[in-house]
Each structure stands twice: as C-alpha cells, then as structure tokens.
T-cell receptor, first 109, second 114 residues
C-alpha cells in the first residue's frame, strides 16, 4: 500500500462543474501539499496546509488530520484547469515530499 | 528570472554512458532536493542537501548515482553507466529551511536512455 493514495486517477468534467480530488495518507506528516503539473513536467505548488482549509481563487483545499485525508476542490471548472493534480506529504527532518500518483483532470468546453 | 532552473531540459544518451544534470536553486534557498518521475507516476525522492551537506539519500539512489552541491549553491546529479531503467524526468526543488516551507520546482530534465 502506497503511503499517499489519490482518487480518482482520471477525471473528465464539463466546463463549469464542481470537481473534487481526494487524498489519503498513512504516515505522520509535517504538512500536506497540492501541486499542479502541466504537460512538459513543470510542477507548481497550489497549497501547503497542516490543518483546516485554504482558498485561492476557485481552488479550495481541506485537510482532516485525524482522518488523514485531504480534498482539493475546483469550483466553476475551466478547460485551462486541465492538468495533473498531485497530492504530496512532507515529513522527516528534511521535509522531503512523498507523492501520490496524481489525478489527470480534463475539463471539456 | 529568480526561479529554479535546470539544465539540460532534455538528454538522450546511449546505455552505458555517463550523464550529468545541473540545478540552480533560488538564490536564498538553502535546501535542495532531487526527485525522479517516471511516466504516469508521481515523483519519488532521491536526495536532499542542506547548504553543501548531503543529509539524506533514498534507497533509490544506487551506487551509479552521485549528487553534489559545492559551496551550497548549484547542484549536480551524475548517473554513471546509464541503464534504460534510468529513463525518467529528473526534478530539482529548493526551499528555505525551518518550519513548513514551500518547495519550488524546476522544469525538470527529461532523460532518455536508448
């Protein structure tokens, strides 16, 4: 069993739909990260959170420490949101990231 | 540009050859990480530097891999006697130390071993 599990692996939505991506982890963490990766490899950090909820524009990230679960929500999805969304946890003294396998999101116009 | 840069962006090599990649972190960041990502998977941690000291190495980092960060600035990752299984995207990230600090990623170096 992987330390970080994401679901779904693939998600196709129509423009305007509300999207949820889930992440569960099995290890103690310092923080949980949501990252976005576009074709070509570049990774951008969307959120880093250790408790509660954060919002940035149409993106919302929540974490439940007791249940070891986090969700990433996208409201009013748009084709430009199409990308791979990756959940990662940081732990250890080095704070290195352990990544989930990613969710490929495709938003159709 | 004050982001993380990596060179080269793409490298094609023949099996058995040595390759070296370079990462230039954000200048004030003293933490530097190397990750490897294979197709369809999330990245995996390879190694970590705090300034010039290499403090952690993953079991994924076989004896053919070596990383350095002289003077605590740029870092290099060398792979000796490359194998086809080394084909992957090699990602570098940097961050400030202390507390919970966001990691900033470079664009990656895509290695193809023929």
């Amino acid at each position: 069993k992987n330390e970080v599990e994401q679901s779904p692996q693939n998600l196709t939505a129509q423009e305007g739909e509300f999207i949820t991506i889930n992440c569960s982890y099995s290890v103690g963490i310092s923080a949980l990260h949501w990252l976005q990766q576009h074709p070509g490899g570049g990774i951008v950090s969307l959120f880093m959170l250790s408790s509660g909820k954060k919002k940035h524009g149409r993106l919302i990230a929540t974490i439940n420490i007791q249940e070891k679960h986090s969700s990433l929500h996208i409201t009013a999805s748009h084709p430009r949101d199409s990308a791979v969304y990756i959940c990662a946890v940081s732990s250890g003294s080095a704070r290195q990231l352990t990544f989930g396998s990613g969710t490929q999101l495709t938003v159709l116009p | 540009d004050t982001g993380v840069s990596q060179n080269p962006r793409h490298k094609i090599t023949k099996r058995g050859q040595n390759v070296t990649f370079r990462c230039d972190p954000i200048s004030e960041h003293n933490r530097l990480y190397w990750y490897r990502q294979t197709l369809g998977q999330g990245p995996e941690f390879l190694t970590y530097f705090q300034n010039e000291a290499q403090l952690e190495k993953s079991r994924l980092l076989s004896d053919r891999f070596s990383a350095e960060r002289p003077k605590g600035s740029f870092s290099t990752l060398e792979i000796q006697r490359t194998e086809q299984g080394d084909s992957a995207m090699y990602l570098c990230a940097s961050s400030l130390s202390g507390g919970y600090n966001e990691q900033f990623f470079g664009p990656g170096t895509r290695l193809t071993v023929l």
